[in-house]
């Protein structure tokens, strides 16, 4: 076997898979944003206090989310960016809001808007739906600003992230009601098997082209 020719084919794959590694961490387009379960304290531990959750502002003071407005929320598969996610309990665990179950489900369209490498995204909440009510019926509440996302990082995969996001009910009897959603949680590689990198296959295609040389030396 030629050693140089192993040496030269060893030496372009690392190069390229130390190029893949060095790359500047973003969120990824594909990214899962898992859930943290809501926190319960206050006087009487009855109060969302951390965690995740959804609030509407539907008393109390107007404008203001308040404690007592809060509904928690429990995480299922969380948020799977770029990912149809129409099944009821696939994002969220059910919840209950004025003693009517719901979920959160949305059409595969919530997509990075923007990313300043330094912990600092947005995403696009098109599609993001709240479906409640016995039956459950569903209200879109994807027309809002994009979502910030702040991380304690760069938002890569391991890190820690917070996402906050207002709309307004746009029919039914919530009509004009402003709506929040807080999670906090981890970022997570995608759900689906996670492609191999091309340095990968080029190493493993350079050994093959070896073997085969070294075989038909031998055979001469």
């Not at 390229?16 to 944003?33: E, F, H, I, Y």
Request: aromatic share 8%.
């Amino acid at each position: 076997m030629n050693k140089k020719l192993l040496a030269s084919t060893m030496g372009l794959a690392f190069v390229a898979m130390g190029a893949t590694s060095t790359a500047s961490a973003a969120l990824a387009t594909d990214a899962t944003l898992t859930m943290d379960t809501y926190v319960l304290g206050g006087y009487y531990g009855n109060l969302v206090v951390g965690g995740s959750y959804f609030a509407m502002d539907n008393g109390g003071v107007a404008g203001v989310f308040e404690k007592s407005e809060r509904t928690g929320l429990t995480g299922n598969n969380g948020i799977q960016l770029g990912s149809d996610q129409s099944d009821l309990g696939n994002i969220d665990v059910t919840w209950n809001f004025f003693q009517n179950p719901g979920n959160h489900v949305q059409a595969g369209t919530l997509s990075v808007s923007s990313d300043d490498g330094a912990g600092n995204a947005t995403i696009n909440m098109s599609g993001w739906t709240v479906m409640w009510g016995a039956p459950q019926g569903a209200i879109n509440m994807g027309t809002g600003a994009d979502a910030i996302v702040t991380c304690a990082n760069t938002c890569e995969v391991g890190d820690t992230y917070t996402l906050d996001y207002t709309a307004v009910v746009p029919d039914g009897g919530f009509a004009g009601v402003p709506y929040q959603l807080h999670l906090e949680g981890t970022i997570a590689a995608a759900a689906s098997a996670v492609p191999v990198p091309a340095a990968v296959w080029l190493f493993g295609s350079g050994l093959v082209g070896l073997a085969g040389v070294a075989r038909r030396r031998k055979a001469a």
